[in-house]
């Protein structure tokens, strides 16, 4: 059994606006052992970035975490000084972001940007800081690095870019790299470079990365264990061949519904799933997918449904699953 | 249905896994109305606690302004003999014997000046001067600005690249000082002109300076809204639905005035009322220069400008009308930040 | 750059020529020209201005004749003051002004940046809303109002601090502050929306995420950039300055430039009209040249146009 690496228990947050207490996350839980790849799927406003930004420790005000721990590699995040948290952010986990063009500093070469996080972690000299930074680019790919150094972020191309904030990611080695929609703003053909850039890394330094994303097809491609949200609840986990060959949660079969699938025999229609989120100010006491769902039931709208357990690794919360043990449990008392 | 059942019992009822219908779904869905752009906007200016005081401010001043002088008891011009250099609320000796003889008499809210005119009045025409600088000089600047930045933007290329030269060595003129020689100079062709040609003789009603200063201010001001409006048309111009009715054959005019004025009005109604306050605040500046409204019409600035002189026996000259002034500006410009948090979609989240 | 430079430079002596020219024609409109007030001189001067300017001759010639003196730098001869160059009065009179500009200058720069930005960090707290309200209101108050009322209340009432001339330090305070009020509200509210604008920038996120401190992310990422909007500021800045200057000396007597002028339009001396708005147009586009250069240099983004 591998070491676990990042354990949330039922993780609470939410964001006190002036319009009311907005409840982000509500109750979630999620692990993950050491070298693993997480997929986190869900729409915006799922509570997929919060969750990431609670792990760095970087929860943005009005946000607040009200309940449930997060324990990453051996540190209860949860409880950590602002001082302590600092040593681990960019070292023992990092992060990067959707959009490669504006998480770079448009005023400081890549250089300046790559060192600085060398400088904060590490003993290094200016010298070694530099044939480091050098080494990093050649690492993720960069032609001529020491050109490119000298450079300021708006002389990159998107692909670039995000090559250089993964060098800044990896700049410590860490354990844990928590990549917030890495390709989402890039071409197609850019993305998968990126992404398998990132695999190869993943590899050769033994990290583990949290891959956030909407995109089901880089999940399938990558991802050991995927968690699926909706609402600010994880509603289904569950390797990824549990989750695309054997969804159980209704969302998750509308999410995999709406996505085209290039071996269809059939001309099969692309299904959107109907309706808009649920207003996080005022969540519903039931499943927050009742109202969008196709199988609603009475008791949807009344209660959060429990986690069934399907597998060791796979769990779905929906009513249609207890629907199922109820009956059949009502069989067997007949 | 039973709300009764315990929330924390788990026991389960066969009737729970009934479908649920459309009506009851849709009753936790809290739909947020979909609403107009402009009922939106208005929606959010309302809510705007601090726009909505600044226009009901704005509105107080305006009826004072323009609708009470015409039946106060004071004019603006009229000097009371004796009762020159009178306090708040004081009365002259022979206003006293009146008031002992029965007679009613109107206070000199405000006193009076050392000519002995009422003070209150002449604030009140101040205002009504220096609103109308603003709003008239605004109005000038919009049409000037709008007609040649949409042209600008609207055709392009060659036409854009000329008109738009011409505008950037206009900016590029200290506008201030341009400001001050016209106002020196340009009284003198004004007077030929109204005295000498007869199609001119309304200049005089008017009042040369008045006249001067919208001549002025629209010279210089109209610059920069002439390129806010050609960003707008720019931008709007690569839109699909300007594209889409070009391709239906709509003529230029009707793409102009339909899509392009109608989409970025909400831009030209922040600019203007953002230009009123920039205007009231300059003309203040000229009249204390004496380059202002010229007397015996009095606006806030020179109101403001002649009590200097006074200041430590009668404050309350100078506090008056700058007290008024800065409440013209500070609603104005409160005003048209709201205007702009509620009408620039740009800005909306 | 050299290229923005050059092209920068040429528009500058195209602005300022037409300047020159604006300025020629508007006096020439003054009934009798510009050297001629209402108040005629006596024969003589008349004379001796006529022959020195040549009135005498088509207004095609005396304006090559304005332009060739121009170029030179002559700025002509003030009516009112008997035989003063126009040049002598702004060399003796420009430094005063300048010194107390650059003290405002200064001054709100100092004050308006902080204040700015710890607003912005403080959002929608109390002392956000003051900053705001007092810098909303800074902006509403014309500034021969703010002049006279702190002239009023420390020089006349309170009458702990000088309100005429400029003979100790202590003359300086009123008059500067005077002059720096609106530049420093103007500078906090642009300061304010920039660097709410940066902290909700990306590199922001990844600034912290790399393990800086919340102060070291402000003082090395956020600050240079929301700066930025207030560098563009400065031309517009020293125009404010300039123009709160004609009030502020004049209600101080300070002996500048700023009253110098409003002397010479309420005198109606036209030739120290000319040449005095002819120098502040040469100086404050030399300085938005300077400024939109400088500008070019700090922001990476703009450096290759």
């Given at each position: 059994?591998?070491?676990?690496?990042?354990?949330i228990?039922?993780?609470?947050l939410?964001?006190?606006?002036?319009?009311?207490?907005?409840?982000?996350?509500?109750?979630?839980?999620i692990?993950?052992?050491?070298?693993d790849?997480?997929?986190i799927?869900?729409?915006?406003?799922?509570?997929?970035?919060?969750?990431?930004?609670a792990?760095?420790?970087?929860?943005?005000?009005p946000g607040k975490?009200?309940?449930?721990?997060i324990d990453?590699?051996?540190?209860?995040i949860?409880?950590?000084?602002?001082?302590?948290?600092?040593?681990?952010?960019?070292?023992?986990?990092?992060?990067?972001?959707?959009?490669?063009?504006?998480?770079l500093?448009?005023?400081?070469?890549?250089?300046?940007?790559?060192?600085?996080?060398?400088?904060l972690?590490?003993?290094?000299?200016?010298?070694?800081?530099y044939?480091?930074?050098?080494?990093?680019?050649?690492?993720?790919?960069?032609?001529?690095?020491?050109?490119?150094?000298?450079?300021?972020?708006?002389?990159?191309?998107?692909?670039?870019?995000?090559?250089?904030?993964?060098?800044?990611?990896?700049?410590?080695?860490p354990?844990?790299?928590?990549?917030?929609?890495?390709?989402?703003?890039?071409?197609?053909?850019?993305?998968?470079?990126?992404?398998?850039?990132?695999?190869?890394?993943?590899?050769k330094?033994?990290?583990s990365?949290?891959?956030?994303?909407?995109d089901?097809?880089?999940?399938?491609?990558?991802?050991?264990?995927?968690?699926?949200?909706?609402?600010?609840?994880?509603?289904?986990?569950?390797t990824a061949?549990?989750?695309?060959y054997?969804?159980?949660?209704?969302?998750?079969?509308?999410?995999?519904?709406?996505?085209?699938?290039?071996?269809?025999?059939?001309?099969?229609?692309?299904?959107?799933?109907?309706?808009?989120?649920?207003?996080?100010?005022?969540?519903?006491?039931?499943?927050?997918?009742?109202?969008?769902?196709?199988?609603?039931?009475?008791?949807?709208?009344?209660?959060?449904?429990?986690?069934?357990?399907?597998?060791?690794?796979?769990?779905?919360?929906?009513?249609?699953?207890?629907?199922?043990?109820?009956?059949?449990?009502?069989r067997e008392?007949? | 249905?039973?709300?009764?059942?315990?929330?924390?019992?788990?026991?389960l009822?066969?009737?729970d896994?009934?479908?649920?219908?459309?009506?009851e779904?849709?009753?936790?869905?809290?739909?947020?109305?979909?609403?107009?752009?402009?009922?939106?906007?208005?929606r959010?200016?309302?809510?705007?606690?601090?726009?909505?005081?600044s226009?009901?401010?704005?509105?107080?001043?305006?009826?004072?302004?323009?609708?009470?002088?015409?039946?106060?008891?004071?004019?603006?011009?009229?000097?009371?003999?004796?009762s020159?250099n009178?306090?708040?609320?004081?009365?002259?000796?022979?206003?006293?014997?009146?008031?002992?003889?029965g007679?009613?008499?109107?206070?000199?809210?405000?006193?009076?000046?050392?000519?002995?005119?009422?003070?209150?009045?002449?604030?009140?025409?101040?205002?009504?001067?220096?609103?109308?600088?603003?709003?008239?000089?605004?109005?000038?600047?919009?049409?000037?600005?709008?007609?040649?930045?949409?042209?600008?933007?609207?055709?392009?290329?060659?036409?854009?690249m000329?008109?738009?030269?011409?505008?950037?060595?206009?900016?590029?003129?200290?506008?201030?000082?341009?400001?001050?020689?016209?106002?020196?100079?340009?009284?003198?062709?004004?007077?030929?002109?109204?005295?000498?040609?007869?199609?001119?003789?309304?200049?005089?009603?008017v009042?040369?300076?008045?006249?001067?200063?919208?001549?002025?201010?629209?010279?210089?001001?109209w610059?920069?809204?002439?390129?806010?409006?050609?960003?707008?048309?720019?931008?709007?111009k690569?839109?699909?639905?300007?594209v889409?009715?070009?391709?239906?054959?709509?003529?230029?005019?009707r793409?102009?005035?339909?899509?392009?004025?109608?989409?970025?009005?909400?831009?030209?109604?922040?600019?203007?009322?953002?230009?009123?306050?920039?205007?009231?605040?300059?003309?203040?500046?000229?009249?204390?220069?004496?380059?202002?409204?010229?007397?015996?019409?009095?606006?806030?600035?020179?109101?403001?400008?002649?009590?200097?002189g006074?200041?430590?026996?009668y404050p309350?000259?100078?506090?008056?009308?700058?007290?008024?002034?800065?409440?013209?500006?500070?609603?104005?410009?409160?005003?048209?930040?709201?205007?702009?948090?509620?009408?620039?979609?740009?800005?909306?989240? | 750059?050299?290229?923005?430079?050059?092209?920068?430079?040429?528009s500058?002596?195209?602005?300022?020529?037409?300047?020159a020219?604006?300025?020629?024609?508007?006096?020439?409109?003054?009934?009798?020209?510009?050297?001629?007030?209402?108040?005629?001189?006596?024969?003589?001067?008349?004379?001796?201005?006529?022959?020195?300017?040549?009135?005498?001759?088509?207004?095609?010639?005396q304006?090559?004749?304005?332009?060739?003196?121009?170029?030179r730098?002559d700025?002509?001869?003030?009516?009112?003051?008997?035989?003063?160059?126009?040049?002598?009065?702004?060399?003796?009179?420009f430094?005063?002004?300048?010194?107390?500009?650059?003290?405002?200058?200064?001054?709100?720069?100092?004050?308006?940046?902080?204040l700015?930005?710890?607003?912005?960090?403080?959002?929608?707290?109390?002392?956000?809303?003051?900053?705001?309200?007092?810098?909303?209101?800074?902006?509403?108050?014309?500034?021969?109002?703010?002049?006279?009322?702190?002239?009023?209340?420390?020089?006349?009432?309170?009458?702990?601090?000088?309100?005429?001339?400029?003979?100790?330090?202590?003359?300086?305070?009123?008059?500067?502050?005077?002059?720096?009020?609106?530049?420093?509200?103007y500078?906090?509210?642009?300061?304010?929306?920039?660097?709410?604008?940066?902290?909700?920038?990306d590199?922001?996120?990844?600034a912290?995420a790399?393990?800086?401190?919340q102060?070291?992310?402000?003082?090395?990422?956020?600050?240079?950039?929301?700066?930025?909007?207030?560098?563009?500021?400065?031309?517009?800045?020293?125009?404010?300055?300039?123009?709160?200057?004609?009030?502020?000396e004049?209600?101080?007597?300070?002996?500048?430039?700023?009253?110098?002028?409003?002397?010479?339009?309420?005198?109606?001396?036209?030739?120290?009209?000319?040449?005095?708005?002819?120098?502040?147009?040469?100086?404050?586009?030399t300085?938005?040249?300077?400024?939109?250069?400088?500008?070019?240099?700090?922001?990476?983004?703009?450096?290759?146009?």
């Amino acid at each position: 059994m591998r070491k676990t690496l990042l354990d949330i228990k039922n993780l609470r947050l939410s964001f006190f606006t002036p319009a009311g207490e907005v409840k982000a996350l509500n109750d979630i839980s999620i692990s993950m052992q050491e070298g693993d790849v997480l997929g986190i799927v869900g729409e915006s406003g799922s509570g997929k970035s919060v969750t990431a930004s609670a792990i760095m420790g970087l929860t943005a005000y009005p946000g607040k975490i009200i309940g449930g721990t997060i324990d990453f590699n051996g540190h209860r995040i949860n409880e950590m000084s602002e001082k302590e948290m600092r040593k681990i952010r960019g070292k023992e986990v990092s992060m990067i972001f959707q959009d490669p063009m504006t998480s770079l500093n448009p005023v400081y070469t890549i250089g300046n940007q790559i060192m600085e996080v060398l400088k904060l972690h590490t003993d290094l000299n200016k010298q070694q800081a530099y044939e480091r930074s050098v080494e990093l680019l050649k690492l993720v790919g960069i032609n001529e690095p020491e050109k490119r150094l000298k450079q300021y972020p708006h002389e990159l191309s998107g692909g670039m870019r995000q090559r250089v904030m993964i060098a800044i990611g990896l700049a410590c080695e860490p354990k844990l790299l928590i990549a917030d929609e890495p390709t989402t703003a890039l071409d197609v053909t850019i993305q998968a470079q990126i992404l398998e850039l990132m695999m190869e890394l993943k590899n050769k330094i033994n990290m583990s990365i949290i891959m956030i994303t909407h995109d089901l097809g880089i999940v399938a491609n990558m991802c050991d264990k995927i968690v699926v949200m909706y609402a600010g609840k994880v509603v289904e986990t569950g390797t990824a061949d549990e989750i695309f060959y054997n969804p159980k949660h209704e969302y998750t079969k509308g999410l995999l519904r709406s996505i085209p699938k290039l071996d269809s025999e059939k001309h099969e229609k692309l299904i959107p799933i109907e309706g808009t989120p649920v207003d996080l100010l005022n969540p519903p006491a039931g499943c927050p997918f009742a109202p969008r769902c196709g199988q609603c039931m009475k008791i949807c709208l009344k209660r959060m449904p429990e986690f069934t357990e399907l597998s060791d690794t796979h769990k779905s919360a929906c009513w249609m699953l207890q629907k199922e043990a109820f009956e059949q449990k009502r069989r067997e008392e007949k | 249905m039973d709300n009764k059942k315990k929330p924390l019992s788990f026991h389960l009822d066969v009737s729970d896994f009934l479908p649920a219908d459309e009506r009851e779904k849709q009753s936790m869905v809290v739909m947020r109305e979909s609403v107009s752009f402009w009922k939106d906007g208005f929606r959010r200016l309302r809510k705007n606690k601090l726009a909505m005081a600044s226009l009901v401010v704005i509105i107080i001043i305006m009826i004072s302004a323009f609708i009470v002088p015409s039946f106060y008891p004071y004019s603006y011009e009229q000097q009371i003999r004796g009762s020159e250099n009178l306090g708040i609320m004081e009365y002259s000796d022979a206003e006293i014997e009146r008031i002992k003889s029965g007679e009613e008499v109107f206070p000199h809210i405000l006193g009076t000046d050392s000519l002995g005119r009422d003070l209150m009045i002449r604030i009140m025409v101040g205002s009504k001067i220096s609103l109308l600088v603003g709003i008239v000089a605004s109005a000038i600047i919009l049409v000037i600005g709008s007609a040649y930045g949409s042209i600008a933007g609207y055709f392009g290329g060659k036409v854009d690249m000329i008109m738009m030269r011409a505008v950037d060595i206009i900016y590029t003129v200290p506008d201030i000082l341009i400001i001050i020689l016209l106002s020196v100079t340009l009284k003198f062709p004004l007077k030929e002109l109204a005295d000498n040609v007869k199609a001119f003789a309304w200049i005089n009603t008017v009042g040369i300076g008045l006249i001067s200063i919208f001549v002025v201010f629209s010279l210089l001001y109209w610059v920069g809204m002439a390129r806010i409006v050609r960003g707008q048309v720019l931008m709007l111009k690569e839109q699909e639905y300007v594209v889409a009715a070009k391709a239906l054959g709509a003529s230029d005019s009707r793409i102009i005035k339909k899509h392009l004025l109608t989409n970025s009005i909400g831009t030209l109604i922040v600019t203007t009322t953002l230009q009123i306050p920039s205007s009231i605040f300059t003309e203040s500046f000229l009249s204390f220069l004496g380059l202002g409204v010229s007397a015996p019409m009095p606006s806030l600035g020179s109101l403001a400008s002649q009590a200097i002189g006074g200041i430590s026996s009668y404050p309350h000259r100078l506090m008056a009308p700058a007290i008024v002034i800065s409440l013209i500006i500070l609603s104005f410009n409160l005003l048209g930040d709201g205007l702009r948090d509620a009408f620039d979609p740009r800005l909306k989240n | 750059m050299s290229g923005y430079i050059i092209k920068r430079v040429i528009s500058a002596i195209v602005t300022l020529f037409l300047v020159a020219t604006l300025t020629f024609f508007l006096m020439y409109l003054v009934p009798g020209g510009p050297f001629l007030s209402e108040k005629a001189p006596s024969q003589q001067t008349l004379k001796a201005l006529e022959e020195k300017y040549g009135l005498d001759q088509p207004i095609g010639v005396q304006y090559l004749n304005y332009m060739k003196r121009l170029i030179r730098g002559d700025l002509g001869t003030s009516l009112k003051m008997r035989g003063q160059e126009v040049n002598d009065i702004i060399k003796t009179r420009f430094p005063v002004s300048a010194k107390i500009g650059l003290m405002a200058v200064i001054l709100a720069i100092c004050v308006g940046i902080p204040l700015g930005s710890v607003a912005a960090l403080n959002r929608g707290n109390w002392f956000d809303r003051l900053i705001m309200f007092l810098s909303t209101l800074g902006i509403a108050i014309p500034g021969f109002v703010v002049a006279t009322v702190l002239m009023f209340f420390f020089g006349v009432r309170l009458r702990i601090l000088p309100t005429f001339g400029l003979t100790s330090p202590l003359h300086y305070i009123l008059p500067v502050a005077a002059l720096a009020l609106y530049p420093t509200a103007y500078i906090s509210r642009l300061m304010r929306s920039s660097m709410l604008d940066v902290l909700g920038q990306d590199y922001m996120r990844t600034a912290r995420a790399k393990g800086l401190s919340q102060f070291k992310a402000l003082f090395k990422h956020a600050l240079r950039n929301a700066v930025l909007p207030v560098v563009t500021y400065l031309g517009p800045m020293l125009a404010g300055i300039l123009t709160g200057s004609f009030v502020v000396e004049k209600i101080f007597t300070i002996p500048g430039l700023g009253s110098q002028f409003v002397g010479s339009i309420t005198d109606r001396d036209y030739p120290l009209i000319m040449g005095t708005t002819i120098f502040l147009a040469f100086l404050l586009i030399t300085m938005n040249v300077i400024v939109d250069i400088a500008y070019k240099i700090i922001d990476p983004r703009i450096k290759l146009k």
